[in-house]
């Protein structure tokens, strides 16, 4: 069993920065795909970017993020991270950190955005954006 534990949440002003962090657990962190999700209040969840595990690496962002988001990891601290800038009101919601274990890559690959692409998920961390 993987645990997923996010941390680094919290309330910020537009236009300021914040940094997520995501611990699973497990051997073979470095060849988890790992991915973030986000809930806003009322709205489903959804895709917000994925970084694949493995030697090949693959990062996905969703367009309401790129150039403002950036995903990356430490393998020898089995740690996720997402660094966010220049967050808006609109980035307000809960994010989860998720992880894949068993996907291959290719799978991976058309599938990275699908919830029920990934095996384990975390409690989520909230982020709020005072405008």
């Known amino acids: 069993q993987v645990q997923v534990v996010e941390s680094g949440g919290g309330l910020v002003q537009t236009g300021g920065s914040l940094r997520l962090s995501c611990a699973a657990s497990?051997?073979?962190?470095?060849?988890?795909?790992m991915g973030w999700f986000r809930q806003a209040p009322g709205k489903e969840r959804e895709f917000v970017v994925s970084?694949?595990?493995?030697?090949?690496?693959?990062?996905y962002y969703a367009d309401s993020v790129k150039g403002r988001f950036t995903i990356s990891r430490d393998n020898a601290k089995n740690t996720v991270y997402l660094q966010m800038n220049s967050l808006q009101p609109e980035d307000t919601a809960v994010y989860y950190c998720?992880?894949?274990?068993?996907?291959?890559?290719?799978?991976?690959?058309?599938?990275?955005?699908?919830?029920?692409?990934?095996?384990?998920w975390g409690q989520g961390t909230q982020v709020t954006v005072s405008s």
């Open positions: 497990g051997r073979t962190f470095s060849s988890y795909h």
């Open positions: 998720a992880a894949s274990s068993t996907m291959n890559i290719y799978v991976y690959r058309g599938k990275y955005n699908r919830m029920s692409s990934y095996d384990y």
């Open positions: 970084r694949s595990g493995g030697n090949i690496v693959y990062t």
